[in-house]
């Protein structure tokens, strides 16, 4: 499956972003997706998965309350909505396609995006 993320960009601290994970080539439906960042000189970052269907999803800790992950298997589409901006928050955005949210909680996936910039001024 090939992934493509998208929606990333410059937005000032307390604002808002929403990026997609937009699927071809496979039964999108047939994968677990997941987000993950990666800031400048620091290691990748879980952010938050979702199940195949979207009943199961997790958001990382730090995160919760202004993260969430939700699917569109229609549209084979995955949304990152993004509040609360902060400076920290800058990174690239990647989104990941595996077999279980519990395998890409983990960082273990089959398939990767080329990443979104998202660039969060103060």
């Known amino acids: 499956v090939q992934l493509q993320a998208s929606g990333g960009g410059l937005v000032q601290a307390g604002g808002s972003l929403r990026l997609s994970c937009a699927a071809s080539?496979?039964?999108?439906?047939?994968?677990?997706v997941g987000w993950f960042r990666q800031a400048l000189g620091k290691e990748r970052e879980v952010i938050a998965g979702i199940s195949r269907g979207g009943g199961v999803t997790y958001t990382a800790e730090s995160m919760k309350g202004r993260f969430a992950i939700s699917r569109d298997n229609a549209k084979n589409t995955v949304y990152l909505q993004m509040n609360s901006l902060k400076p920290e928050d800058t990174a690239v955005y990647y989104c990941?396609?595996?077999?279980?949210?519990?395998?890409?909680?983990?960082?273990?996936?089959?398939?990767w995006g080329q990443g979104t910039q998202v660039t969060v001024s103060s």
């Open positions: 990941a396609a595996g077999s279980s949210t519990l395998t890409l909680y983990r960082g273990q996936a089959d398939y």
């Open positions: 080539g496979r039964t999108f439906s047939d994968y677990a």
